[in-house]
């Protein structure tokens, strides 16, 4: 139903600004007239680079964008980051936005809940987490947060089992590329 492009499989970190224009716009293209909806990941070490990102992914029909933390000049503390989103999410301010957590690739290890908790106020566009993260003890406190409301798809395909016995509705990996029909 859903593609999320340009994220990690997607290898975006090698791909240069004018494939990352490019690749949504072909995801675009693609989508255009079918029920297929396509999330951009926007993140990007310079917070005006991943804003320009979402205005094109917006142009292009995104339904939603997503952006993890800046990994060279990390976010210190839960409020650096929402700072961070903030700025981003702002962009496209009618386009829903998710933060993409993956403490194992940007070294930045906040805590979620907090984040989604303090993260209400600023973002009013932020409706989750893509949760690339191990801790399934932290995504049980991040779908309690807020009473349920966030959007928490899971990410890490190896444990996608045990976040479904802990209440996943959806995930985000690169096997479902190979095996959508058996996933879905």
Not at 12 to 39: C, I, Y
Not at 89 to 96: D, K, N, Q, R, Y
Not at 102 to 129: H, W
């Amino acid at each position: 139903d859903t593609v999320f492009i340009g994220g990690t499989t997607g290898e975006f970190s090698s791909l240069s600004t004018e494939e990352r224009l490019a690749l949504a716009v072909r995801w675009g293209e693609v989508a255009a007239g079918t029920p297929l909806r396509v999330v951009v990941h926007v993140g990007s070490t310079r917070i005006e680079e991943a804003q320009a990102l979402a205005r094109h992914a917006a142009s292009q029909g995104a339904v939603a964008v997503s952006a993890l933390a800046p990994f060279y000049v990390k976010p210190r503390s839960v409020e650096d980051l929402i700072g961070v989103c903030a700025a981003i999410a702002s962009a496209t301010p009618g386009l829903p936005f998710y933060f993409y957590d993956i403490p194992a690739l940007t070294g930045v290890t906040l805590p979620m809940p907090e984040f989604l908790t303090r993260a209400r106020d600023r973002i009013p566009n932020l409706v989750g987490l893509k949760f690339t993260n191990p801790d399934l003890i932290a995504y049980q406190s991040c779908q309690r947060a807020g009473g349920g409301s966030w959007d928490l798809p899971w990410g890490i395909d190896e444990c996608f089992l045990a976040a479904l016995a802990d209440g996943a509705r959806g995930a985000v990996g690169s096997g479902y590329n190979f095996a959508g029909p058996l996933y879905r």
